[in-house]
């Protein structure tokens, strides 16, 4: 006898008609032979020291059967102390404990977002905004308020108008920026607007999310010049800030300097807020993967960590100026942007001839493909943008896309 089944339960309100990654929903035309991809933000495989990476994973594995066993939320205790190394070589105040480790940085944020926000809290968040941000912030149920950047980054004096004009229940819980390299403008936080940020953060009471995956890759514009790696926003706040009330919770990964496969990112906060994220943590995915962790403290106590990152600094200057040159080098400039200092992209303004879907459209028949503007922005967005990145293709690739997209504005003039 067949049994009439009834409907199954519905999804939540939230996941009813969920919107994917705008940038993910672009995979599928990265499958297509010869197509060039300017659109992830993808590191390059050629710059992947997979033989240091072979023997940390070698030196991993003897360590015998507890390399495949559940490890402590927090993170294993090597990894730590090396994420704080790294902190306290960029002006930070860290010691291992400060240190949890996460997957991917990405995990970091949401957990971040679960344990400070309830629906209808405020979040500021520069525009225009790494996508998956906004992504957690909607599904959070939060209200995104938009801050203005230019291209010295963050514009604190429209935050400080906003602030004032804000009503006590709408405060921000939450600010996040990317100060060192922003995703997807490039840009880098001047040091009058951090110390701006952060006294800003102090008067009214809100944390703010400093989320530095890109800080290390600053070029070297000067041949033979010693690259000077950004401060962070928390260094800042611990000059500013009492002791215990630092409000910048550090974010970064590993995913841009070593290799995205590890999923190793970190938070680096006070102990109050360390806590409450951990406690969250516990509930998604108990603990980071202790093999990662161990390949990559294994890793960066070789040594050969400040050689890979400087490698990567020369050949993305490399390929960022071959994208800058030729897109500024296009007759009549129909896509127009500037040179950024660091990092792994370029924002451009394109023509307002132009119809920005026909473009779209007209460049991937050419077979190239980039990030349109519009998913940078959660509400009114600037649709004459676009977002590239130079990281994962080579110097050449780059410019056959470069002429690929000049074909691809003919072809919509025409």
């Not at 800042?236 to 290799?259: C, E, F």
């Not at 600094?313 to 030729?326: K, S």
Request: with cysteine.
């Amino acid at each position: 006898m067949t049994t009439t089944a009834a409907p199954l339960a519905a999804f939540t309100a939230l996941f009813a008609e969920p919107a994917g990654s705008p940038i993910r929903e672009l995979f599928p035309y990265l499958s297509r032979p010869g197509m060039i991809s300017l659109a992830g933000g993808y590191p390059s495989t050629s710059l992947f020291d997979a033989q240091g990476l072979a023997q940390a994973a070698t030196h991993a594995m003897a360590q015998g059967a507890s390399a495949l066993q559940y490890g402590a939320t927090e993170g294993l205790p090597a990894l730590r102390e090396a994420l704080a190394q790294q902190a306290r070589d960029r002006g930070m105040q860290a010691s291992a404990g400060d240190v949890l480790v996460t997957t991917g940085s990405q995990q970091a944020f949401d957990l971040l977002v679960r344990v400070l926000i309830e629906p209808g809290d405020t979040v500021l968040v520069e525009v225009p905004a790494y996508p998956a941000t906004l992504q957690a912030l909607r599904l959070a149920q939060a209200n995104i308020v938009s801050i203005p950047m230019d291209e010295h980054g963050l514009q604190t004096d429209a935050l400080a108008q906003l602030l004032a004009d804000l009503p006590a229940h709408q405060r921000p819980k939450l600010l996040y920026t990317v100060p060192n390299f922003s995703n997807p403008r490039g840009t880098l936080l001047s040091a009058q607007r951090r110390t701006a940020l952060v006294e800003l953060a102090l008067q009214y009471g809100f944390w703010i999310a400093e989320d530095d995956p890109y800080g290390e890759l600053r070029f070297d514009a000067a041949s033979g010049q010693a690259v000077t790696v950004p401060d962070t926003l928390r260094a800042t706040a611990q000059t500013l800030a009492a002791p215990g009330h630092n409000p910048v919770v550090y974010l970064s990964s590993l995913s841009k300097t070593v290799a995205p496969a590890l999923r190793v990112g970190w938070m680096l906060t006070d102990a109050a807020m360390q806590r409450r994220c951990t406690v969250a943590k516990q509930t998604v995915d108990l603990c980071t993967s202790p093999l990662a962790q161990m390949v990559a403290a294994s890793y960066l106590q070789s040594g050969r960590y400040a050689g890979t990152v400087q490698r990567a600094r020369q050949e993305y200057q490399r390929r960022m100026q071959a994208l800058v040159h030729g897109l500024n080098a296009l007759p009549g400039q129909p896509i127009r942007c500037s040179t950024p200092a660091g990092g792994m992209f370029v924002w451009a303004q394109i023509d307002r001839d132009l119809e920005p879907q026909r473009l779209f459209d007209a460049a991937v028949s050419q077979s190239v493909v980039y990030v349109p503007g519009k998913a940078f922005y959660p509400s009114q967005p600037d649709i004459h943008t676009l977002r590239m990145s130079f990281a994962a293709p080579e110097v050449p690739q780059i410019e056959q896309a470069v002429q690929r997209l000049a074909q691809a504005v003919q072809q919509v003039l025409s």
